[in-house]
């Protein structure tokens, strides 16, 4: 444990900030697989004005607009609906690579409809 018993300089505060950020870095790169179990970590944006349900790894989530949630999955792999419209649905899916970004988004290659969605890196 750190004890810190004099006036700290700023230094002394680059030094533990510099250790710290060390000890993070670490633990992203080396330790991230251990700590979640073997699961691939993964963060979702739904960037959509809809709400999204999809099933990672069987188990169901729906996001509201605008929110961003972490995710702790074995295999990453997501299927869900690219129509954000209720009475239609049409299913897409992808497996999703570990500590990857991705956002629900409106897609870019129907602009005559615009209510279908897709699932783009971040
Ligand atoms: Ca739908
Ligand atoms: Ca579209």
Redesign the pocket.
Known sequence: MLKIDRMTTTADLLKLTSVNQDIFVDLNQKDAEIISGGCKLVEITNKTKYDITHVLDGKQYLMKPGEKWYFAAPNGYISFDTDGRDNYKQDKSYTLNNEGKYKFE??N???E????LDLYIA
């Open positions: 409106d897609n290659y129907t602009p409809n615009p209510y279908d």
